[in-house]
């Protein structure tokens, strides 16, 4: 299948998979290329030192650094939700160049991404790594550690549980939705994809369940615990810093 201007097959999955696309109403809003490239020496900061302040205020975070993290990671669960939701539904991809994806780091969760042209790609894993992880989560993940510290190991167990779960949730749909064909396909890209260079070792995937080595932060806010798929079964109690921080 072909996509479509608006991409309308990824909005039954909802959330983090639908995407806007040029066809609506835009308002002016940065890319998420002027993001990637935020000087750290900047003290007026720009859309990504935003977002992180937005994501420190509404968690009540104790330090940047775990405002950073949490918003790397709900960044990088939107750029994989909309890459395998078409890798599934249309067996091929949008560009998702950052020069072509508006950014709005005030709205909530999910993060609001506008994309302003719909050019298809293929929908192979080699495309998915070139677009998602070369093209966002390589320059995000630099800047972020430049201007939070955040280590980088840390980042990319981000990135790899994102991916994990947006494949989880996709999977889900796909066998309550009788999509036979969509699941496997999903599983398939998912696997390649953990294998990368950048994500490799970040953790272990048992069909659809991941689980990572390192810790994204979280259990640190207020009221915070440990994720699903954390490497942690529990809060620890005397806050050690975490694996690959």
């Known amino acids: 299948m072909d996509l479509d201007p608006s991409l309308a097959a990824l909005r039954p999955l909802g959330g983090f998979f639908v995407l806007r696309t040029a066809g609506e109403a835009l308002r002016p809003l940065p890319t998420l290329a002027q993001a990637y490239t935020e000087q750290p020496s900047d003290a007026s900061g720009g859309a990504l030192t935003s977002r992180v302040r937005k994501v420190a205020h509404a968690l009540r975070a104790p330090e940047a650094r775990i405002a950073a993290s949490v918003a790397q990671q709900g960044l990088a669960a939107r750029l994989w939700s909309v890459t395998l939701g078409c890798a599934a539904l249309y067996g091929r991809i949008p560009d998702l160049d950052p020069r072509l994806l508006r950014w709005d780091p005030d709205a909530g969760a999910p993060d609001d991404l506008r994309l302003t042209e719909v050019r298809p790609l293929p929908a192979d894993p080699a495309t998915l790594a070139h677009v998602v992880l070369h093209g966002h989560l390589e320059p995000l993940t630099a800047a972020l550690h430049a201007r939070y510290r955040v280590a980088t190991g ?20 796909a066998h309550a939705n009788g999509r036979t064909d969509t699941a496997p396909r999903t599983r398939a890209l998912t696997a390649e994809l953990l294998g ?35 490497c942690f079964p529990r809060p620890p109690r005397s806050s050690p810093r975490a694996p690959s921080e």
């Open 154 to 173: 840390l980042l990319w167990g981000n990135a790899a549980s994102a991916l994990a779960g947006a494949a989880r949730q996709l999977d889900r749909w």
């Open 196 to 230: 990368h260079p950048l994500l490799a070792g970040t953790g272990t995937l048992t069909e659809t369940a991941f689980r990572r080595r390192n810790c994204c932060l979280y259990y640190r806010v207020p009221g915070g615990g440990v994720c699903g798929d954390c």
